[in-house]
């Protein structure tokens, strides 16, 4: 079985500071892990993924993730958010070889000027 | 755009109505999906379709009716619906269901705003 928890529905943040969205996972195997963005009335677009092979993660639009083995964690983080980067996040994990993705609830960012 | 288009993008319906989604992929993908975002709820997974055959059926009532007639080309047809059933229907296609690296990542469509009334 496989679970997906991102520990905060809401984040803000001033525009140029850090951004953290947290997600812990569970899985039975090894798993993917991937994080989706959503922009109001758009669909969700692809940011990263993780499939075992190097732990930190790069993605688009200068966001990374980390995938911690230890610590059930696929957190992902950007140095210094954007004002474009306001935004629903969804943190996703697969077990690897499986049709089956299970989405966290969502992380909503709020990006200040 | 994101190579998934779905029509239409507002969707207004009385109960008794009969409509259609439609979902068009132009990525050579051969798996296609349909999801429901309902507002507070992570997103649920309805139907799965690999090469045109219906994989997965996520328990989804029977006023859903999926159709996939080619690899390009998904809907989803909707009868008698319910108000709870208002929500944004999101289509999403992969090149493959399970295996390989590129299995599980989604494009997904900018999604269906359906209203039942």
């Known amino acids: 079985a496989q679970s997906v928890t991102q520990l905060d529905s809401h984040v803000s943040v001033s525009e140029g500071t850090p951004v953290l969205l947290r997600c812990n996972y569970s899985s039975s195997y090894s798993p993917s892990l991937f994080w989706y963005v959503q922009h109001p009335n758009k669909g969700l677009q692809l940011l990263l993924k993780y499939t075992s092979a190097a732990t930190l993660v790069k993605g688009i639009n200068g966001f990374e993730a980390e995938f911690k083995k230890s610590e059930t964690s696929f957190h992902l983080t950007k140095p210094s958010a954007h004002m474009s980067d306001a935004a629903e996040y969804f943190c996703?994990?697969?077990?690897?070889?499986?049709?089956?993705?299970?989405f966290g609830g969502g992380t909503r960012v709020l990006v200040k000027p | 755009e994101t190579g998934v288009t779905q029509t239409p993008r507002h969707l207004v319906m009385g109960m008794t109505n009969k409509k259609s989604l439609k979902c068009e992929q132009h990525l050579g993908h051969n798996a296609m999906y349909w999801y429901k975002q309902s507002a507070k709820k992570p997103l649920e997974l309805m139907f799965v379709y690999s090469l045109e055959e219906r994989v997965e059926n996520n328990s989804v009532p029977s006023r859903f009716s999926p159709e996939c007639p080619n690899s390009s080309h998904l809907f989803l047809h909707l009868h008698t619906l319910q108000p709870e059933d208002s929500a944004l229907y999101l289509c999403?296609?992969?090149?493959?269901?399970?295996?390989?690296?590129?299995?599980?990542?989604?494009?997904f469509g900018a999604g269906s705003r359906l209203t039942v009334l």
């Open positions: 996703v994990v697969s077990d690897r070889g499986s049709n089956k993705l299970t």
């Open positions: 999403a296609s992969s090149q493959a269901v399970a295996g390989g690296p590129q299995a599980n990542v989604l494009t």
